[in-house]
């Protein structure tokens, strides 16, 4: 069974489209992720969920909104696609960190988005 | 999160050790120091992680200096499935949440 698992893995669409990319997790998890990996390999985070509560948020336009129907699924919706959307998107999971508590991220395996 | 430098790049020959270090001079107290690994095109993958002490586990060792300004993460043995971008980062959860930030990592080579 996969632990974190994301769909689609391929993505290719046209500027102006909107898209969403689904994350479930199957590990009991907390808190879940959406990080952003470019051209240049940055990995940058982008949200985090606890228990469907958006707890992270950091400087990403608002045509990116995350939907965490419940704390298994965090799913990523972008609106307008703009060529400089074009990434790896990867969704990840963790136990609410405690301090002390080995807390460690478990990602999926990505979704390859192409804007064309 | 405390900042971290590490060697963009390194070159180890299979079966021999790797010793991939990383500093992170402005650590504070609470401040663990975690390892991840992302194989060419994959999810990063956890390694290992520490606050004081070395750890060990199935996958590697982990070294902390005293005074915890730097680390060394070590694979005792490497095999060619161990090529990878090697990220070191310090976390902090005080704030009762956590900002996993990486860096840009080592990639390292592990030739035959």
């Known amino acids: 069974d996969t632990a974190v698992s994301q769909t689609p893995k391929y993505l290719v669409t046209q500027m102006g489209n909107d898209k969403s990319i689904k994350c479930e997790q199957n590990?009991?998890?907390?808190?879940m992720y959406w990080y952003k990996q470019d051209s240049k390999k940055f990995l940058k985070i982008m949200f985090s969920?606890?228990?469907?509560?958006?707890?992270i948020n950091e400087t990403v336009p608002n045509r990116f909104s995350p939907k965490s129907p419940d704390k298994a699924h965090l799913n990523l919706h972008i609106n307008s696609l703009e060529l400089g959307d074009s990434a790896v998107y990867f969704c990840?999971?963790?136990?609410?960190?405690?301090?002390?508590?080995?807390?460690?991220?478990?990602f999926g395996s990505g979704t390859q988005l192409s804007v064309l | 999160d405390a900042k971290t430098t590490q060697p963009p790049s390194m070159d180890c020959a299979e079966g021999r050790a790797a010793n991939l270090p990383c500093n992170h001079s402005?650590?504070?107290?609470?401040?663990?120091v975690y390892w991840y690994r992302q194989i060419h095109s994959q999810g990063p993958q956890y390694i290992i992680h520490?606050?004081?002490n070395n750890e060990t586990n199935e996958m590697a060792s982990l070294i902390i200096t005293e005074d915890r300004k730097s680390s060394t993460l070590i694979l005792p043995h490497a095999t060619l499935r161990d090529t990878a971008v090697y990220y070191c980062?310090?976390?902090?959860?005080?704030?009762?949440?956590?900002?996993?930030?990486f860096g840009t990592g080592t990639k390292l080579q592990v030739i035959p």
């Open positions: 402005t650590i504070s107290g609470n401040e663990y």
């Open positions: 990840a999971s963790s136990l609410f960190p405690i301090p002390g508590q080995r807390t460690e991220l478990f």
């Open positions: 980062i310090v976390r902090d959860v005080t704030g009762g949440y956590q900002k996993v930030t």
């Open positions: 520490g606050l004081k």
């Open positions: 590990l009991g998890h907390d808190t």
């Open positions: 969920y606890n228990n469907k509560e958006l707890i």
